[in-house]
Nanobody, 114 residues
């Protein structure tokens, strides 16, 4: 199995920045995708950014140019650097591992005040 632990959420003013971290452990397959998703109250989770083990990235249109996903394969950790945050970025952010397992983290709250 694979376990994911997220950290880095919190409260920030609009225009500010936060960095989320997702540390993976367990039976990690060398070739994998790890993504950040977010969920608004009463809504389904939506993909924010995804990174492949080779470094290829994809972003939701709403965060392009503001968010950057990166990974440290030696540490099995994926980061989401969020800049120019907007109140509409307020959500619970989840990390997801996709390879030999499909695993979600516990989520971390990001709140952006106007």
């Amino acid at each position: 199995q694979v376990q994911l632990v997220e950290s880095g959420g919190g409260l920030v003013q609009a225009g500010g920045s936060l960095r989320l971290s997702c540390a993976a452990s367990g039976s990690i397959f060398r070739f994998n995708l790890i993504g950040w998703y977010r969920q608004y109250p009463g809504k389904q989770r939506e993909a924010v950014a995804i990174i492949r083990s080779g470094g290829i990235t994809n972003y939701a249109d709403s965060v392009k140019g503001r968010f950057t996903i990166s990974r440290d394969n030696a540490r099995n950790t994926v980061y989401l650097q969020m800049t120019s945050l907007k109140p509409e970025d307020t959500a619970v952010y989840y990390c997801r591992y996709m390879a030999n397992y499909d695993t979600w983290g516990q989520g971390t709250q990001v709140t952006v005040s106007s």
